[in-house]
């Protein structure tokens, strides 16, 4: 009989040890490719449902110029870079349309001598804008990483809007009416370059602070009144959000599955850093998740006034796991997906432009104000009983409340007059504006409120 060789009864087991704990190291590696697999198609059966009802995928199908175009030192695109650099880092104006809301306490003297310094101290970066006004836009400078200057671009806005009132306190309405002009010129051009830019607008103007401290003539009030009336571009405030989806969708494309922007036709999944590669099946599930939110957020947007409101808030209550998760929002850093910080200067569009109605009482609102402004110039300074005393002389029709559907509210005092919403609530309080600016906005009217008789005559 032979005997097996010594040590033999030890490698057996030996080998089975070894085979054992290669095998629960390679069931974690298999349950792990079959989870980024599942995810993965999951993803691009959400892109191909997209596609499907034909929205865009990348920037280019969604019509935005991704090619470089020569540098053009005469364009107004690079003047307007050149004042964003200057203007970071600047406060924001004095909320104007507070102060007439009697939100804020300071003193007009106060108030005037803080705009005047503000714009003062960036009067180099609103020179650079100026020029850039005058001239054509051509885009963005070839290469330029444009989205990290969105605070600037901001602050430019905060800044006209602080010369438009610092004008108008001077006496120079008419003058400060063609500062309003060009703010809102410069944010289309702005909106025209890119995108995500179109969500940094606020504030779009002080048109209320305007009509208070000066006396814009007939003339200059018609063209204010006409470029609100082209402000509010249903289609063309739908097409940006589709724009930044697509946008976002490309980006991240390309960084965590490929390189091909024709998604999601190709994908290799590229290796990148050991956490982001780990994570990948993980910020898929979540990227989907928000991908479904933006659909249903697009889709209303689709929706008129109020039923969009209305869709938002159906929204929220079918996404309840973290509604500070919707696209563009700031997540809490426990939930943050290693992704966002690819998208996270995707602005929050959701919120301002399509389901937060303010904006568009503001807008409306201040349309109206132009309108009896008007209407005071051609009875003596009387103002109109009511707002369809305007019609149609000077408007079509009174603008409707996006919150309600009914008219604006309308109310006279003998310091002022207000345009307002009565709010989320529903709740009529006279057009009292200052708890929408000292508590919930959603608990409060909203709209403008404009002074009668200038605080002072101008000098």
Known sequence: MTLPPRGASRMRPAFRRVAIVCFAMLVPVALWNLWDYVELRRLIGELERIRERGEPL?????????????????????YFEAGSILALGGSRAPNVDGWLAGANTESLEELEERLRRMVERHSEALRLVDEGLTREFRGFSAGNEFSYRTWGVTSIAWLMSARSVGVSLAGEGDAAVQV??????????????????????????????????SRPSPASLRRLQSALESLEDPERELDNLLRSR?????????????????????YRLPWRSVTESLLRPWFTHDFVRSLRLWSELIGAARLPWPERMRARQDVERRFPREPRSLPGSDPPTR?????????????????????????????????????????????????PSSLSDLVPAYVGEVSLDPISGEPLRYRVDAESYSIYSVGVNGVDDGGNLRASY???SDQADVGVRVLRVPPRPAP
């Open 438 to 440: 000292w508590g919930p």
């Open 58 to 78: 990348t920037a280019r199908e969604a019509g935005w110029q991704t090619d470089p175009s020569p540098f053009d030192a005469d364009s107004a695109g690079v």
């Open 246 to 266: 697509a946008e976002l969708v490309e980006r991240i494309w390309r960084r965590y599955y490929g390189l091909d922007p024709q998604v999601p036709l190709t």
């Open 180 to 213: 309003v002009l060009d703010q809102l010129r410069y944010g289309s051009l702005v909106e025209a370059g890119e995108a995500r830019l179109a969500f940094f607008g606020e504030p779009r103007h002080e048109i209320a602070g305007v009509l208070s401290f």
């Open 335 to 383: 939930w943050r997906p290693v992704w966002y910080e690819v998208s996270s200067d995707v602005p929050d569009s959701s919120f301002h432009l399509f389901t937060n109605p303010q904006r568009v009482v503001k807008d409306r609102a201040s349309r109206m104000a132009v309108a009896v402004e008007r209407y005071r110039r051609d009875h003596d300074d009387a103002l």
